[in-house]
């Protein structure tokens, strides 16, 4: 099992459903097993930490959860 692969199944463990990552060479083993995985409902990408953290909290606030 990859490091990428553990991270999906901590992922799974705890109901996590949407998902806001950056992109990067030491997170690529992450995205790769997402992809193999593709049972999340979202996955947000992004360039810029301010606008994935406002994105986080509105996201939190309207569904309620973490």
Do not use: Q
Not at 11 to 39: Q, S, W
Not at 41 to 57: I, V
Request: charged content about 25%.
């Amino acid at each position: 099992m990859t490091g990428g692969k553990l991270v999906v199944e901590c992922l799974k463990a705890h109901g996590v459903k949407v998902i806001f990552g950056m992109p990067g060479g030491h997170t690529t083993g992450i995205y790769d097993a997402l992809y193999d995985e593709n049972r999340f409902d979202r996955f947000w990408l992004g360039m810029n930490r301010l606008a994935h953290s406002w994105r986080m909290d509105t996201r939190g606030r309207r569904a309620r959860s973490v």
